[in-house]
């Protein structure tokens, strides 16, 4: 690799999409820098990768100095990169080109093999990193000769060129003369690695919150305290801390600021030696909610909501006070005994989460309805231009009182029934200044524009289906607020959506795919400059393909080498499709169909179709960009979340609707990397008593849908949409296109008909069927349970300890709440949940433990112990499956393409078994009748208790 290479890899290592607006520091190792090799170029050792990078950097860019001094070769590369070149020989130029340099001149800090008498010598490390490796040490910097430009442009280039798409760099100016220049290197690695990566389980340890407003002072008090006690401070940055404005120490406490502002409260340890995650406690923040009773009876109340960034467990627990997820990431008033508390610890040591509610001598309210709440939420800042109150302990009323400029309004209000002993209540309006002695009465001094909401389509851009909102901390009350179109001098202002908060509401009709920003009228606020945007929800995208879709074997497995058969989508490539002519009937009979049995509906609904939308726009997301558009559009649309029958959890909900969305054909969605790729659009036909019957599955958009319509009406077809089944609703799946026709000899316009449309529909002319079913390739391809339990091996070292886990019962068909020590070794299914979204599966046989997917270990497990589950009512033609044991991936999804619909979930007593089932229907018996089989289940004919009709629709 040349330098442009290395310096390309290196950069896009540290600064990519994954740190968005995230502090980025470049602490670089020897390491770091082989592995970056490693993945980026074709290197045989690892001792090959480093030394081409020190070749790399000895070469430098065309043109660089003939000199073996680093610095001159990365000053040079400075004002190249500052003529902007597009290109330096046939290699894009997208990083600043001097950044492999910074990397170089750090790497000397990080291996205590160059260490020197004290941490925060430069030169004597790097004189000795440049033995060590036939390099020419540095020479000391000045004014004229110096890297200070370098270090500067980082940080425009990632907050101003980038808009801190790709993290965000922060260079720190210093005046110690000792600092001046390498302190910019130094800063990058004052703190340990190890340290940095762990600092969530500093913050649990010593009693921290997220979000909590800590001083400077406590936070130096804390790292001070808790270096004797194997923080991994070294001993001059330990002296630096004691020293109140001490340049270096000062670094520290800004470094692990910032890490604790972004903290959201989990606290692993990750073991850096081996990999493993040492699973630690979820930290969630308990805030105080006071309702207000004024007129008269002047009264005040208090409860308390468990506020989280991550989604809480459903069976989240804290000694006998069940915690439920109620819209956002707010939980449900708890029921607590008393009206007030002064400081709150909840534990959960199941699932190992602890809800804290600091103990503050002040308590600041802001009203609750900018969070979609009822009532006055607790906030940890004073914020310019706002109404709020204050709870305080009474020793500090004469200090409020003497607050100098004083707020607009401050009124004391002595007459309000239940404010707690010892207590005093204020009324606040628009305070000027923060109070001199009581940190915790904070001014929030910075004005930040934030667009929350909507459908995030990319960065900063969202579709114009749902608009976000703009909420501007620390506005003054009175701000005129207004969007700048790019290319137009007209300011359109914005409307507040509420008198008391400050938030402002984007207007309909604004131009797609041009530039906004959001100014306020004569401030300058930080960030006014990044840019917005808009698209269209409705417009058709370009031709999908099916590149980016994985392969998966017979068993749903991701696999990377080609393989003559193998699952792509929802369809089976490779597969001896003439198997399917016996069941050819069932999807072409040979009865045309006499008139039109359903009512013909020919528009869909907007919600439950816009997630599909929004993916399709997008054609690959991450699942916690599916979650949080799920949880906008549930917040928007108002509607109840969930069948109201049954008691879902939010993180419950958005694990079936993805999961849902996937086994409809829509797309295709991988567990272990949380990867959703959306499928083309396609035609497939479904299983039929008369005339032909086909469904649209794959992305789409409104432009699609109109299209197919519209040319069904041109070739005499009948398109019908259908919602899901109401019990479904929750999960906002999309309807159901279906696309009828009568005739059974319409063959060839069918295919036409697809073409015209731009949509798959498989094809095979050397098949007598001609069609191939994406139903039997699936059903047919699905694998032996037998030969998978041939195939997995056991591993050899387990990934992390402390996990919740839950054990398989056979029983009860059901994951059940354990305790490591209670797993029983011989033989036993265990689900360990390193997060609500993430899980391992683990069968244990013999002592060793097996890597298995989900639905496969279950069923290993019911065959072990001889259990058949799997029910069929040939009078009606029902299959049901219990809910909590689904069916392997391949075969679940060919079986719900037989409708299109997703299975109705339902409580009923089945034989032996009572528990919610899934049921399926317009699967014709004969094509799954002996499938089971092959996960080890025998098929069971009896009555299942659900009437057909039931089900609203005609299939």
């Not at 404005?245 to 692990?256: A, L, P, R």
């Not at 009350?477 to 001098?489: I, R």
């Not at 004569?522 to 917005?532: A, F, Q």
């Not at 072409?588 to 726009?617: A, C, F, G, H, W």
Request: with cysteine; proline share 5%.
């Amino acid at each position: 690799m040349n330098y442009i290479e290395w310096n390309n890899a290196i950069a896009s290592y540290f600064f990519c999409p994954e740190h968005t607006e995230q502090f980025v520091y470049l602490y670089v190792d020897k390491p770091t820098i082989i592995r970056i090799g490693l993945e980026n170029g074709e290197f045989q050792t690892r001792e090959a990768a480093w030394y081409d990078f020190l070749d790399a950097v000895k070469s430098g860019i065309p043109g660089s100095p003939k000199t073996s001094d680093m610095l001159k070769k990365a000053i040079y590369s400075y004002h190249s990169w500052k003529r902007t070149p597009v290109k330096i020989g046939e290699i894009e130029t997208r990083y600043p080109l001097y950044i492999a340099y910074l990397a170089l001149f750090v790497i000397p800090l990080t291996d205590s093999v160059y260490a020197s008498r004290r941490s925060s010598e430069y030169y004597p490390r790097f004189e000795k990193f440049a033995q060590k490796w036939s390099l020419r040490k540095l020479n000391y910097q000045h004014e004229n000769y110096n890297w200070n430009a370098l270090w500067s442009d980082l940080e425009d280039w990632t907050f101003n060129t980038k808009n801190m798409d790709l993290g965000v760099f922060d260079d720190r100016d210093y005046t110690n003369k000792n600092w001046i220049y390498v302190g910019k290197a130094l800063a990058q690695c004052l703190l340990p690695l190890k340290t940095l990566k762990n600092l969530g389980s500093f913050f649990q340890s010593v009693g921290l919150t997220p979000g909590e407003n800590i001083s400077r002072k406590k936070l130096r008090q804390l790292l001070l305290y808790h270096s004797k006690k194997g923080f991994h401070l070294g001993p001059d940055v330990y002296s630096a801390l004691k020293i109140e404005g001490n340049e270096k120490g000062e670094t520290v406490i800004d470094i692990v600021k910032q890490e604790f502002d972004k903290w959201q409260g989990s606290s692993d340890v990750n073991e850096s030696e081996s990999g493993n995650i040492i699973k630690g406690w979820t930290v969630a923040r308990v805030f105080t909610i006071m309702d207000i009773e004024e007129g008269w009876d002047e009264n005040v109340s208090f409860s308390y909501r468990i506020f989280s960034q991550h989604d809480f467990p459903d069976d989240l627990n804290f000694d006998s006070l069940k915690c439920i997820n109620s819209t956002g990431n707010w939980s449900k008033a708890l029921k607590l005994k008393n009206n007030y508390y002064e400081n709150i610890e909840l534990k959960d040591n199941y699932n190992k989460w602890i809800a804290r509610l600091p103990d503050n001598p002040v308590r600041i309210f802001v009203s609750g309805s900018r969070f979609n709440l009822n009532g006055w939420v607790e906030t940890e800042f004073l914020i310019p231009g706002r109404r709020m109150y204050l709870l305080v302990k009474e020793e500090l009323k004469e200090a409020i009182l003497d607050w100098n400029p004083q707020p607009e309004e401050l009124t004391i209000l002595d007459k309000y029934e239940g404010v707690p002993d010892k207590y005093v209540l204020f009324h606040i309006l628009n305070p000027q200044k923060s109070h001199s002695t009581i940190e915790e009465l904070t001014l929030k001094s910075d004005v930040t524009i934030q667009l929350n909401g909507g459908l995030n389509i990319a960065r900063r851009t969202w579709l114009d289906v749902l608009l976000p909102e703009v909420l501007i901390d620390g506005a003054p009350d009175n701000s005129q607020v207004y969007l700048h179109l790019k290319g137009s001098n007209e300011k359109i202002k914005l409307i507040k959506k509420t008198e008391v908060d400050p938030i402002w509401l984007l207007p309909d009709g604004l131009p797609q795919m041009t530039e906004f920003h959001i100014k306020l009228e004569g401030k300058k606020v930080k960030g006014d400059h990044l840019p917005y945007q808009l698209i269209s929800y409705k417009d058709y995208p370009p031709h999908f393909s099916e590149d980016c879709l994985p392969m998966r074997d017979m068993f749903g497995n991701l696999v990377d080498k080609e393989m003559k058969t193998y699952a792509i989508g929802s369809h089976v490539t490779g597969m001896n499709y003439k198997k399917q002519l016996i069941y050819n009937y069932n999807f072409v009979p040979v009865t045309r169909m006499k008139e039109l049995t359903q009512t013909l509906v020919d528009s869909l609904s907007v919600y439950p179709n816009l997630l599909l939308y929004y993916l399709s726009i997008k054609r690959e997301a991450s699942a916690k960009e599916y979650f949080d558009a799920l949880e906008n559009i549930i917040n928007y649309s108002g509607q109840s979340s969930g069948n109201q029958n049954q008691s879902s959890s939010i993180s419950d909900l958005k694990r079936t609707s993805l999961q849902m969305l996937d086994y409809l054909g829509f797309i295709d969605y991988e567990y272990s990397t949380r990867r959703i790729v959306v499928n083309p659009p396609q035609l497939i036909f479904i299983p039929t008593k008369a005339g032909r019957k086909l469904i649209l599955i794959g992305g789409r958009t409104p432009e699609l849908v109109e299209t197919v319509i519209q040319k069904s009406k041109e070739y005499n077809f009948y398109p019908i949409i259908e919602p899901q089944h109401p019990s479904n609703g929750g999960f906002y799946l999309p309807d159901r296109v279906q696309i009828v026709v009568l005739e059974i000899n319409r063959d060839n316009d069918i295919v036409k008909f697809a073409e015209e449309c731009n949509l798959v529909l498989k094809v095979n002319p050397k098949s007598i069927a001609r069609f191939e079913y994406s139903q039997f390739g699936l059903l047919e391809f699905s694998g032996y349970i037998n030969e998978l339990e041939q195939q997995i091996e056991p591993e050899n070292q387990f990934p992390g300890t402390g996990w919740v886990c839950k054990i398989f019962n056979p029983e009860k068909l059901s994951f059940e709440r354990a305790l490591e020590n209670e797993i029983e070794r011989s033989f036993q299914l265990v689900e360990y949940k390193v997060n609500e979204y993430t899980f391992l599966h683990r069968l244990w046989k013999a002592g060793k433990a097996f890597p298995v997917n989900k639905n496969w270990g279950r069923y290993m497990v019911l065959k072990h112990y001889g259990k058949h589950v799997i029910f069929y009512d040939k009078d009606t033609g029902l299959f049901a499956v219990p809910a909590s044991v689904p069916l392997p991936r391949l075969m679940m999804e060919g079986i719900i393409l037989c409708s299109g619909f997703a299975p109705v979930k339902v409580w009923l007593k089945i034989e032996e078994y009572e528990t919610y089932w899934h049921i399926f229907d317009n699967v014709p018996s004969n094509l799954v009748y002996n499938e089971f089989q092959k996960i080890g289940q025998r098929l069971r004919e009896t009555k299942i208790p659900y009437k057909h009709e039931e089900s609203h629709r005609v299939i």
